[in-house]
């Protein structure tokens, strides 16, 4: 991501906002692990909610705030206001609207707001965001949020709970370190 774009990103995040990160379908680790990291970043400065489409594997749900997961498919009302609220949406972990699912899509497509994409899947659809921080040669998400964290120069508020999630989708997305993606 080039310098000028994380200044601006740094200048929206300088005051509270109302925030929405957003797992794909399906959510897997790396899904709910970035997604579970950059809240637990981003909630001792603003007002934030996880909306995942659908429910995601009980063996992830040892994660920290792993509770404050909303679900739009069951809990479709708090999901709909928390998306309706926000100023920022954080899309992770996918790289095209049609993988959270018809539903939430027609919700997310009436968003007004400031889109921030991080993934690490090929041809995203950059049509739909604001902000794109896309490597399809990173092996994971949270790897990308680990990083986006270091180009706002805040690695130094990474505590236990956020490496915790971080750790959690890298290792998920690595096959527990074996794919060819994972690097020294």
């Not at 956020?162 to 959690?168: D, F, K």
């Amino acid at each position: 991501m080039k310098a000028e774009k994380i200044k601006e990103i740094k200048k929206l995040l300088a005051t509270p906002k109302n925030i929405v990160i957003v797992p794909h379908r399906n959510p897997d680790g790396d899904a709910i692990g970035s997604s579970l990291a950059l809240y637990n970043y981003l909630r001792n400065n603003h007002y934030v909610t996880v909306v995942a489409p659908n429910d995601y594997p009980d063996f992830l749900k040892w994660m920290p705030f792993s509770d404050d997961v909303k679900l739009f498919d069951k809990q479709n009302k708090q999901s709909k206001k928390a998306l309706e609220g926000a100023s920022i949406v954080f899309l992770l972990d996918f790289n095209a609207l049609h993988r959270i699912g018809e539903d939430m899509q027609k919700t997310v497509e009436q968003f007004k707001g400031t889109f921030i994409m991080i993934d690490h899947h090929q041809q995203p659809d950059t049509s739909i965001t604001d902000y794109i921080y896309s490597d399809a040669s990173i092996c994971s998400t949270c790897q990308m949020v680990y990083h986006f964290l270091e180009m706002l120069d805040d690695v130094n508020k990474i505590d236990a709970d956020i490496a915790s999630c971080l750790y959690a989708g890298i290792v998920t997305d690595t096959g527990s370190f074996r794919f060819p993606s994972t690097t020294s």
